[in-house]
């Protein structure tokens, strides 16, 4: 097991990316040795799906986080074809998708499997209600759509917002800080049931690498802190450390540092107390009703200018600052 970070040294895929790009690079790489690709687009309904792409000016659309859960079965078909072929292929998914892909397939030196750091995968119904209440309230429609991106880098890397574009030339654009989905996500109201007992954290991953943002990089390593996104990849496996070795930057940290500030790799989300209110509010009141009543400590914090849990985080920040240099 080793540790890298990446920023990948193109700036357009820098800013289009959740991080620092590091996907785009793996996908380059292998479709460039004439593989392919599967990774998470959206439909052309707007709701984000597994797709295969086998050429590079299609990685565009599969960078960029989409925090819905997809089913990844469906492409078993067309990967089970691939992988007939002698393909070179990556694959890019969840812990449990990958875990899945890995029980299907087995171990294959043609096979690069690298898991996203997950907080839970999100039900889609839950995507599919705030969407439509979000473009009634813009009085348009899902045929009016451009682009969605669930981290868009306007406001910088570390303050993040949900941005859709229309044909019109119009946007919405919120910070995740006050955007209605994702605190609902953040707060582990959208998750899948199966999210608070899954068994897929380190060291029990099944992915060849694990890649996230590396939260906490200005105190863990804050001479490549520009907030312009930076990737941390763990490599779980010889091959995931092979394919990490000429494109990304080792760093002397343990998973544990890591973790400090990205809990998601190791830890599981907790189920609220009180989530089946909240599926109840949604479906009698609609989301954004029933995320303010239900998160309206958080969102009333939030409109004052500074949150609990970011006053926790910036207590245990400065602890920790103390005891590296104790």
């Not at 800080?177 to 899948?192: G, M």
Request: aromatic share 12%.
């Amino acid at each position: 097991m080793r540790i890298f970070t990446f920023e990948n040294c193109d700036k357009y895929i820098r800013s289009r990316s959740s991080a620092g790009g590091l996907f785009s690079a793996l996908a380059e790489n292998t479709i460039n040795h004439g593989g392919v690709v599967y990774g998470v687009s959206f439909d052309p309904n707007w709701e984000p799906c597994h797709c295969r792409i086998d050429c590079a000016s299609k990685i565009d659309k599969l960078r960029g986080s989409k925090y819905v859960f997809t089913n990844i079965s469906k492409c078993f078909p067309l990967l089970s074809d691939d992988i007939a072929a002698n393909r070179t292929i990556l694959i890019v998914g969840t812990p449990c998708q990958i875990a899945s892909v890995r029980k299907k397939f087995g171990d294959n030196d043609n096979l690069l499997l690298v898991e996203v750091v997950c907080h839970g995968a999100p039900d889609p119904k839950y995507w599919n209600i705030y969407l439509n209440e979000l473009l009634a309230s813009q009085q348009k429609t899902r045929a009016d759509i451009v682009s969605i991106s669930f981290r868009d880098k306007t406001n910088g890397w570390k303050n993040y917002s949900v941005r859709i574009d229309f044909k019109d030339g119009t946007r919405f654009i919120q910070s995740h800080r006050n955007n209605p989905y994702i605190l609902a996500f953040i707060y582990d109201y959208t998750l899948k049931s199966g999210c608070s007992k899954c068994p897929f954290k380190y060291p029990n991953s099944k992915a060849d690498i694990s890649m996230g943002d590396f939260w906490g990089i200005e105190s863990l390593a804050p001479e490549i802190d520009n907030n312009l996104g930076t990737t941390i990849a763990i490599s779980n496996t010889s091959r995931g450390e092979d394919a990490l070795s000429g494109i990304a930057t080792p760093i002397t940290l343990s998973v544990e540092d890591v973790a400090r500030f990205n809990p998601a790799i190791i830890n599981a989300p907790n189920t609220p107390s009180n989530i089946l209110e909240f599926e109840l509010a949604v479906d009698k009141e609609g989301f954004n009703t029933a995320v303010n009543k239900f998160l309206k400590f958080i969102l009333d914090s939030r409109n004052k200018g500074i949150s609990m849990r970011y006053r926790l985080y910036c207590l245990l920040r400065k602890i920790f600052a103390i005891f590296k240099k104790g």
